[in-house]
């Protein structure tokens, strides 16, 4: 089972350096038409912003703790999108949408033997000519950056231990938070969650017959490296 329950919390506190503008960037520049649905939204960063923009957003996840700090977003920048608790895989919106945006890691929670479900699913909800926008963690980041490896925050009121370990299909994560209650003393919680090492020709091969599509390095905006961390794919419902 993946977590996402203590960390809603604090979730985008320790996103603070995550490139949002600059993937927003890349949005405004490849989404067209008036409707969406941002998958795995967490949050709700992505959702809010398009939100923002005009954009009629549906943001879909699993994680009510997730989804209740999405709601609070949405509140605090006065949009109204629909947010929906529910798995990525099957999700389908009334009538077919205009664009779709899976930002973050969120397919990095997809099981391998899922991939294909979720696109086939994706492909079933846009409109032909309709944009999928999605980024995975590289198999290189998950098993040579960020596994086998131990990484900590410390704050006056949450210190946060994220242990990591390879298996052969991605990395095991143990998230352990020490919070500081009223009274000055910790109380200690912990959630797992597994991310998938999708290849780049498993997410295509997943991919084709249903979009084209190209992949970046989302660094640079350029051709993926082999020591890319994170690739982003822009795609078109064919
Ligand atoms: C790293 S967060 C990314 C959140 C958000 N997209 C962002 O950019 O900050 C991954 C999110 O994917 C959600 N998630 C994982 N598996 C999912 C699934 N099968 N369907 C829907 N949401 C899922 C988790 O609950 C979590 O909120």
């Not at 939204?41 to 009629?56: H, Q």
């Amino acid at each position: 089972m993946n977590g996402y329950g203590c960390l809603a919390a604090y979730y985008d506190r320790l996103m603070a350096d995550f490139d949002y503008d600059g993937y927003l960037e890349v949005l405004d520049r490849e989404l067209k038409g008036s409707e969406g649905t941002d998958l795995c939204c967490g949050s709700g960063r992505i959702t809010v912003a398009l939100s923002k923009r005009g954009k009629r957003m549906t943001g879909v996840d699993t994680s009510g703790e997730m989804l209740g700090e999405a709601m609070k977003n949405a509140r605090a920048a006065a949009v109204n999108p629909v947010f929906v608790q529910q798995d990525a895989c099957v999700f389908r919106p009334q009538h077919p949408v205009d664009f779709a945006t899976c930002v973050c890691d969120g397919l990095n929670y997809v099981k391998p033997k899922d991939l294909a479900v979720f696109f086939e699913n994706a492909a079933c909800f846009l409109k032909k000519g309709g944009k999928l926008v999605f980024d995975i963690s590289s198999e290189y980041k998950l098993k040579k950056i960020i596994g086998n490896n131990v990484f900590y925050e410390d704050y006056d009121d949450i210190t946060y231990l994220w242990t990591n370990k390879t298996f052969s299909g991605g990395v095991k994560m143990e998230l352990t938070f020490f919070i500081r209650g009223e009274d000055g003393k910790y109380i200690k919680q912990t959630e797992e969650h597994t991310q998938y090492a999708h290849t780049q020709s498993a997410v295509e091969s997943a991919l084709k017959d249903k979009f084209s599509f190209r992949a970046y390095d989302f660094a640079d905006m350029g051709n993926v490296k082999a020591k890319t961390a994170r690739i982003l794919w822009v795609c078109e419902r064919l």
